[in-house]
C-alpha cells in the first residue's frame, strides 16, 4: 500500500511495486511552440532571439548584457551583404564594457596563455616562437627545408 509522509518542506511518496506496474494515466499537456520561456534554441519560432537559451552562456545578463542585446541583436536582423558589417559600433561598445570586467569576461588570449610561472622561464627561452595557424604557413621549420638548401 502507498502513503505520503511530509518531513519539513519535503513530501516523501512511498510506492508498491504493484503502484509500478500499473500503466501511468498521467495526460501529458502538449509543449507550446509560441512559450518563449520554453528552451527554444537561440532563434524562437517567430524569428525573435530566445535571450533566456543556455547557449549563450549567460551574456544576455550580468553587467554587459545591454550591450551584448544591442550587438547580437544588430547581427542577427542584419540585411547587409556582409552581415553585420553595419554593427561595428555595438560590437565596439561590448567589448569596452567587457573590458571593464576582465575577471567575468576574459580575454582570449588570457585564457590560452596564463601568466608564466615566477620560475623566471619565459615560455620562449629556448628560442621557439609561438605562430597562430595564419602565421605558420609563411614560415619554414627546421624539419621543412629541404636537404639541397643545406
Not at 55 to 67: F, I, R, Y
Not at 70 to 99: D, I, N, P, T
Not at 126 to 149: T, Y
Amino acid at each position: 500500500m502507498s502513503y505520503c509522509k511530509q518531513e519539513g518542506k519535503d513530501r516523501i511518496i512511498f510506492v508498491t511495486k504493484e503502484d509500478h506496474e500499473t500503466p501511468s494515466n498521467a495526460e501529458l499537456i502538449a509543449d507550446d511552440p509560441d512559450d518563449p520561456y520554453e528552451e527554444q534554441g537561440l532563434i524562437l519560432p517567430n524569428g525573435e532571439i530566445n535571450w533566456n537559451c543556455p547557449c549563450l552562456g549567460g551574456m544576455a545578463s550580468g553587467p554587459c548584457g545591454s550591450q551584448f542585446k544591442e550587438a547580437f541583436s544588430c547581427f542577427h536582423y542584419s540585411q547587409e551583404e556582409v552581415k553585420g558589417s553595419e554593427c561595428l559600433e555595438q560590437f565596439r561598445s561590448m567589448q569596452e564594457c567587457m573590458q571593464r570586467y576582465p575577471d567575468l569576461y576574459p580575454q582570449e588570449e588570457d585564457k590560452e596563455n596564463p601568466p608564466p610561472a615566477e620560475s623566471g622561464g619565459s615560455p620562449a627561452a629556448d628560442g621557439s616562437a609561438l605562430l597562430s595557424e595564419n602565421d605558420s604557413s609563411s614560415v619554414a621549420s627546421p624539419d621543412s627545408v629541404s636537404a639541397a638548401d643545406g
